[in-house]
């Protein structure tokens, strides 16, 4: 049997490997904050991640492929022996793949992009040496163990304390829906929209510009606020009696309404975030492989992609809601309940952060992961409460996760690569 034809069906099966894994941890903490709140059921996750994650794979994410293959070796350095490449490729799905499922036997939410980055940059190191490496590019992808987190909790604490003040502590909190709910709602749609419209759509043939991606987002906001407004006007305002010491039943019902309305913001928000991580991450399952299959088809390392065949597209997109549904449920209990109590109000402001600084720094070229920011956001919103709303001792452990990460996908990717050389005729 052909070599390559080998090496094509291992990869076959280790991005299936892969995007199973990324189902477990990276698209679970994703949706982790929607089931902690209870704005979503696990059940009603699974669906929402199928249809967003799958979608935003197909329609935006099938570029990670040149930046696997261009942007973090030299791969005109395997030009004399395409095979070290689609081996080093496969490794890389490997170790990426076995480091995801470490980290999610103990709940810990760990990137993707930063593990199949540190497999990349090993077999490079392995193959040719330390100047294989693009070292800034890598360089810049490390900032955002800092700048992701940081950015994503600090909005995250702003959203959150505005929020509170102007709705949660307000005499009329139905009222102050009623008041502050348009305007939440135009915010939401116009970061969603922005975030796929703005150069999102490229495999559509829809490159919008700056200012027709703010003209028609503003639209779209403005169509949403307004069927908005009238859903939330027509809830009811009971009048309050005067507080005692226990509080009084008519306030706490107020809080449920006021909950339900964040619960259905927090299930668009849930819709985006899968949207935008199947965007940004999905492919780093099927990248390696898509490099693998080019490989495979013309025999040529230095080739350029001709975009990622669908049935690559489609295995990533069965995987990771496979992976969801089967072994989730531990990263999802870490990010919904182990770090800090979530309700529908804080699900919501941690979601839209999250979403704001991906969509912001990707503009901006900064580097920012996903999962990072997501978490970040998460601890912001436990900080809002004071420094004893987080748990401490779970976000040490995931903070030491992340620092792991790079390092060891690196160094099992170079095991591997080693170990399947001897191992095939190549």
């Known amino acids: 049997m052909d070599i390559l034809l080998i090496i094509l069906i291992l990869g076959i099966l280790a991005a299936g490997f892969q995007a199973w894994n990324i189902g477990a941890n990276d698209v679970a903490n994703a949706m982790g904050t929607s089931v902690g709140s209870k704005a979503v059921t696990l059940k009603q996750a699974i669906i929402i991640a199928a249809i967003f994650e799958f979608t935003g794979a197909v329609l935006v994410g099938s570029h990670v492929a040149d930046t696997l293959r261009k942007g973090l070796i030299d791969v005109t350095l395997f030009e004399a022996n395409p095979e070290l490449l689609a081996v080093g490729m496969l490794s890389a799905l490997l170790a990426a793949g076995i480091w995801l499922f470490i980290a999610t036997i103990f709940g810990l939410p760990v990137s993707t992009t930063h593990a199949i980055v540190g497999s990349v940059v090993g077999i490079g190191v392995a ?30 604490y702003l959203i959150f304390i505005i929020l509170r003040s102007l709705i949660y502590r307000s005499e009329q909190p139905i009222r102050a829906i009623k008041r502050l709910g348009p305007l939440l709602i135009f915010t939401l ?24 991606a703010l003209g028609l987002s503003s639209v779209i906001a403005l169509i949403a606020a307004a069927i908005g407004a009238v859903l939330i006007s027509r809830m009811k305002e009971e009048p309050l009696v005067k507080s005692n010491r226990f509080g009084t039943g008519e306030l706490r019902a107020q809080f449920t309404s006021v909950e339900k309305v964040f619960m259905k913001l927090q299930i668009l928000t849930a819709c985006s975030m899968a949207f935008a991580h199947g965007a940004n991450d999905v492919a780093n399952a099927i990248g390696p492989l898509a490099v693998i299959a080019q490989i495979y088809a013309t025999g040529s390392s230095a080739a350029d992609a001709a975009g ?6 489609l295995l990533g997109g069965v995987g990771i809601v496979i992976g969801l549904a089967t072994y989730g449920y531990k990263v999802i209990l870490t990010i919904g309940t182990n770090i800090t109590e979530l309700t529908p109000i804080r699900g919501f402001s941690a979601e839209l952060a999250a979403t704001a600084t991906i969509l912001l720094g990707s503009r901006l070229g900064l580097p920012i992961s996903t999962t990072h920011t997501l978490v970040g956001a998460v601890i912001g919103i436990g900080l809002a409460q004071g420094v004893n709303g987080v748990n401490r001792k779970v976000i040490v452990n995931i903070v030491y996760s ?21 191992i095939l005729p190549i």
């Open 127 to 156: 193959s040719f040496g330390v100047h294989a490496v693009y070292w800034p590019k890598v360089f810049t992808i490390a900032t955002s163990w800092v700048i992701s987190p940081l950015m994503g909790g600090v909005m995250a």
């Open 189 to 212: 749609f116009m970061i969603l929209s922005m975030s796929i419209l703005f150069k999102g759509l490229k495999n559509l043939n829809l490159d919008l510009n700056l200012a027709e």
């Open 308 to 313: 990622i065949p669908f049935w690559i597209v």
């Open 402 to 422: 992340w620092l792991i990460t790079v390092p060891f996908a690196a160094i099992v990717a170079i095991l591997l690569y080693y170990l399947l050389i001897f």
